[in-house]
């Protein structure tokens, strides 16, 4: 009888330690998932922000590599469109030099980004390395010439859109 009543009470106990082993499992499992939500959610926002950085980085430097003296207004305008800070003050202040220049030799630029590539990038700031080619004509060289861009754009994040802030021609 001792022995009926002793099976009778470690059943009740082999119950409660596998329903302990599994909330254990449960929880453990719920925590994994939930890190690796995260991780996957940050993977995403992030390779959607490198997405948008190259987009606007690459619109940036064509915008500038091609440009026309028929319609210089708006080729400088859509430059200025992507363009913050430093690099839209000095922009701006040599329009007025440049149209001048552009009318007076008849240049047209046609501006190909061939590659780009993030150097380094946050939620806020971007450095891009573009190369770019354009065929040049003008007065001088109605047939056109070839031109290489190796250029390092920064981009910072205003008002939703990444806008370039400096340009420098590199290599």
């Known amino acids: 009888m ?8 470690v059943r009740p106990l082999r119950h409660r330690r ?22 996957v959610y940050e993977r995403h ?9 190259l987009v606007a980085a690459r ?3 064509l915008n500038f590599t091609s440009l026309d003296y028929r319609h210089y207004d708006r080729d400088s305008e859509n430059v200025l469109k992507g363009a913050t800070g430093d690099f839209e003050k000095q922009f701006s202040a040599q329009t007025e030099k440049l149209t001048k220049i552009v009318a007076g030799n008849k240049s047209v630029s046609e501006g190909q ?8 990038a946050d939620e806020r700031t ?40 400096n340009v420098e021609f590199v290599g």
């Not at 001792?2 to 009470?9: D, Y």
Request: charged residues 20%; hydrophobic residues 50%.
């Open 2 to 9: 001792i022995r009926v009543l002793l099976t009778r009470a």
């Open 18 to 39: 596998a329903v302990a082993v599994l909330a254990v499992v449960a929880a453990v499992s719920a925590a994994a998932s939930g890190w690796l939500g995260v991780q």
């Open 45 to 53: 926002t992030t390779e959607r922000r490198h997405q948008d950085i």
């Open 59 to 61: 619109q940036s430097a």
């Open 113 to 120: 980004i061939l590659d780009a590539g993030i150097a380094d």
């Open 126 to 165: 971007a450095r891009v390395l573009v190369v770019a080619d354009s065929k040049v004509t003008n007065v001088a060289a109605p047939q056109g010439t070839s031109r290489n861009y190796r250029l390092q754009l920064d981009l910072v994040f205003e008002d939703g859109r990444w806008l370039t802030s």
